[in-house]
């Protein structure tokens, strides 16, 4: 089982920036992508950026050249540097880490608890 505490949400103004972070423990076996996701108050849940175990980097096209993900291995956490943030990028963050289950031929996904991120014009 994987354990997953986030921290660094938090109210702040257009134009300004926040760093998440995520720190994973327990049974972190075949990583395939560590992440984060986000949902904002009546609408669905989408991925913000992931990152493989190799370095390779996913952004949503919403986020890229404002928003950098990155992982510290060592410590088996992964961070969300928010720049230039907007009022449209309000919503609740979620850490995610998707596992391969080769004995299942699947992939399992462990969640965080959320942070609120919310950005005021």
Same mark, same amino acid.
């Given at each position: 089982? $994987? @354990?997953? &505490?986030?921290?660094?949400?938090?109210? *702040? @103004?257009? /134009?300004?920036? =926040?760093?998440?972070?995520?720190? !994973?423990?327990?049974? =972190? $076996?075949?990583?395939?992508?560590?992440?984060?996701? +986000?949902?904002?108050?009546?609408?669905?849940?989408?991925? &913000?950026?992931?990152?493989?175990? /190799?370095?390779?980097?996913?952004?949503?096209?919403? *986020? #890229?050249?404002?928003?950098?993900?990155? +992982? =510290?291995?060592? #410590?088996?956490? &992964?961070?969300?540097?928010?720049?230039?943030? #907007?009022?449209?990028?309000? !919503? $609740?963050?979620?850490?995610? $880490?998707?596992?391969?289950?080769?004995?299942? !031929?699947?992939? +399992?996904?462990?969640?965080?608890?959320?942070?609120? *991120?919310? &950005?005021?014009?």
């Amino acid at each position: 089982q $994987v @354990q997953l &505490v986030e921290s660094g949400g938090g109210l *702040v @103004q257009a /134009g300004g920036s =926040l760093r998440l972070s995520c720190a !994973a423990s327990g049974s =972190l $076996v075949s990583i395939n992508t560590m992440g984060w996701y +986000r949902q904002a108050p009546g609408k669905q849940l989408e991925l &913000v950026a992931a990152i493989t175990t /190799g370095g390779n980097t996913n952004y949503a096209d919403s *986020v #890229k050249g404002r928003f950098t993900i990155s +992982r =510290l291995y060592t #410590k088996n956490t &992964v961070y969300l540097q928010m720049n230039s943030l #907007k009022p449209e990028d309000t !919503a $609740v963050y979620y850490c995610n $880490v998707r596992q391969a289950d080769y004995v299942a !031929a699947t992939l +399992r996904d462990s969640w965080g608890q959320g942070t609120q *991120v919310t &950005v005021s014009s």
